[in-house]
């Protein structure tokens, strides 16, 4: 894999220090790319469960969180940090477990600030698991393999597209849901995104999102779809206020999101190879085990401290990697310039209450092709691993409990609400039937003569040979869009 990096030319490499023109200029490409990534997930989550006048704090203290986890992650301070130009966000890849575990606080009668309470308390402890894996990440691979994170991420995405129709129609509870208007706006978001996402041009295929975005924003304004009368009520400063909700914890709410950390482990081990790679760096041998493991305890820190400031938990973002090929600039001293830039527009609510304002059908648009992709993403992973008889059986069984108990929850309306609660969750319950699977069938399972002789033919645990085999297995894990 090292090889590929020599193809990259890089104009400042990761050590070397651009002047500030250069800096700022990489860093807001850096920002644009990310901006919607970091936002999106609060947007939904503030939409879904109804948070209202919160969400505009709670957009300002993700892009101030992401400034903070962006700029630890670079500087590397202590055993902490990777060292690498690459931008930390909040993460697509909770939301189905954050949704569910706000609607069991819901449905128990608590209000936005006892929804808020639990989640950011329940992601604060669960980020300890992912703190705690870093010390062994290379070990993981024999537990949760690619087939193992292609069912999950695709359970993500499948789960999280009934949010994406629910939006588009008009949003939960709208008196004009399904109005031909609401098609038509997230019409015009999906399409504007589709064709931009097929030029050339790899600014313009970054800016997709945006653009589309944008232009649905500006056509429900022109048509009165959108009030901005509130904004005056908005205080001028958003000061981060640790622990602002409270901090409660509910079992049945940690442990679908504790997995998820799992995942995302390993999404981040693949994102910081990949970063590796275009930043010229060494993609095997000791540096990149220390450097990984750096990078993933930074992760988990990271989203330690978003819980504590009121955001959702945070990941390596993997998008960020193309604008350093695009701009040439890998130089880690660049992530200053972004996290400056991310926390100081953070510090102005006014930005989240204009982008609370975006009509649900907008919104929709967007994130119909997100999930999807994350779904696909997943998809791709599990297609890589093999389609043989052992990794189709571990897939068909997962995906259909998950799926099932999500179709026909009364399935589970003899259990106690407890476990009901737990296994209630699609991803909960699909995860936890693909992990044990994968322990249990024996991979000989398929009698395809290739796949016997991959597994004979596995590298030791120790040497490089390991290395290489876990930035593959991770460079696939992270091809999932967040």
Known sequence: MA???????????????????VSVFAALQHVLASFIGIITPTLIVGGVLGLGSEVPYLVSMALIVSGIGTFIQARRIGPVGSGLLCVQGTSFAFLSS????????????????????????????????EIFLSRFIEKLRHIITPVVTGTIITLIGLSLIQVAMTDIAGGFGAPDMGAPVNLALAGLVLITIVIFNRFQVHMLRLSA??????????????????????????????????????FSFDFAAFLPIAIIYVITALETTGDLTANSMVSKQPVDGPIYIRRIKAGVLADGVNSAIASSLNSLPMTTFSQNNGVIQLTGV???????????????????????????????????????????TVAMAGVKIIAEAGLNRRNML?????????????????????????????????????????????????????????????????????????????????????????
Request: glycine share 12%.
């Open 3 to 21: 090889k590929h990096s020599s193809s990259i030319d890089l104009v400042y490499g990761l050590d070397d220090k651009p002047r500030f023109s």
């Open 98 to 129: 954050i949704l569910a575990a706000g609607f069991i606080v819901k449905g128990n009668g608590g209000g936005p600030e006892e929804i808020l309470s639990t989640i950011f308390g329940v992601c604060f402890l669960a980020a300890f698991v």
């Open 209 to 246: 999102v945006i653009i589309g975005l944008t232009l649905g924003f500006v056509a429900a304004w022109s048509i009165g779809k959108v009030d901005f009368s509130g904004l005056s009520e908005l205080s001028l400063i958003a000061i981060p206020v640790p622990f602002k909700y409270g």
């Open 330 to 372: 890998a130089s880690r001293h660049v992530a200053l310039f972004i996290a400056a830039i991310l926390a100081l527009l953070g510090l102005f609510p006014i930005i989240g209450g204009v982008l609370q304002q975006m009509p649900k059908p907008v919104l929709g648009g967007a994130t119909l092709i997100m999930f999807g």
């Open 394 to 482: 571990i897939t068909a069984i997962s995906i259909g409990m998950g799926l099932g108990v999500a179709g026909v929850p009364e399935v589970l309306s003899a259990m106690p609400d407890d476990i009901k609660n737990i296994i209630g969750s699609p991803l909960t319950i699909g995860a936890l039937s693909a992990i044990f699977l994968n322990l249990l069938l024996p991979h000989h399972l398929d009698a395809a003569p290739h796949t016997a002789e991959a597994y004979e033919q596995e590298p030791a645990e120790s040497g490089e040979a390991s290395d290489e085999n876990l930035a593959m297995t991770a460079a696939t894990v992270s091809s999932v869009a967040k």
